[in-house]
């Protein structure tokens, strides 16, 4: 089926560094997503993007977050600085439409780790 | 989170044996969707009922919704080894955000 990667799988870096999540969803798709998971937790909504443009996002999507998508590329979540309770699995996600009719395609997610 | 609660349980049953795990929820949801999340990879969709449906089947897997009471299942039949995982419910107000519950721990051994 779809697929959505995620680059890199895993990444360790220290506090107050930036880090850059990539995604490449699925190409014909519309909407897209980050959650964040930490380890044993549910899955929890960051942010989601559409047309160029934030559409909502949550409390977890702190000031020090941001996202892009630039001329139809890879779909970032650029983390800085970097605090230790960023230290997570970040999902991406991509769907064709709204996701009360759509089905949400997930990556495998991107081990952050903050030392 | 006020919604995809569901309560967080773990299941160790026997290859072969039917399961069933629920979900509530606090607000309003035009869907609820059940992902499965194996280790180390995200959530895949499994099944997805609409707020219009009461049951939604799909080969071993059964979904019920009940509005009234704010609550959905996940039934799955004869499960295998290869059903061991994470499943999650979601719902989705409409506003193209899903809340996930925290999920039920199902492990089944051959």
């Known amino acids: 089926g779809p697929k959505v990667l995620q680059i890199p799988s895993h990444q360790i870096i220290d506090m107050g560094q930036m880090v850059t999540l990539n995604c490449d969803p699925v190409?014909?798709?519309?909407?897209f997503y980050w959650y964040k998971q930490i380890l044993g937790q549910q899955m929890e909504f960051l942010v989601n993007?559409?047309?160029?443009?934030?559409?909502?996002k949550s409390k977890l999507f702190k000031d020090q977050f941001s996202v892009e998508r630039p001329d139809g590329s890879y779909f970032t979540l650029k983390i800085q600085p970097t605090a230790l309770e960023d230290s997570a699995v970040y999902f991406c996600?991509?769907?064709?439409?709204?996701?009360?009719?759509?089905?949400?395609?997930f990556g495998s997610g991107t081990r952050l780790t903050v030392l | 989170s006020q919604w995809g609660e569901e309560n967080l349980q773990a299941l160790s049953i026997q290859e072969g044996e039917d399961v069933t795990m629920n979900c509530s929820y606090k607000?309003?949801?035009?869907?609820v969707q059940w992902y499965r999340q194996k280790s180390g990879k995200g959530p895949a969709l499994i099944i997805l009922i609409r707020s219009n449906e009461r049951e939604k089947r799909s080969g071993r897997l059964r979904a019920t919704l009940d509005t009234s009471s704010q609550s959905s299942s996940l039934s799955i039949t004869g499960t295998l080894a290869t059903d061991t995982a994470v499943y999650f419910c979601a719902t989705d107000s409409g506003y193209n955000k899903l809340t996930f519950g925290k999920g039920t721990v199902l492990l089944v051994s051959p």
């Open positions: 996600a991509s769907s064709p439409g709204q996701t009360s009719a759509e089905t949400l395609y």
């Open positions: 993007f559409y047309n160029g443009k934030v559409m909502e």
């Open positions: 607000t309003y949801t035009t869907v």
């Open positions: 190409s014909n798709h519309l909407y």
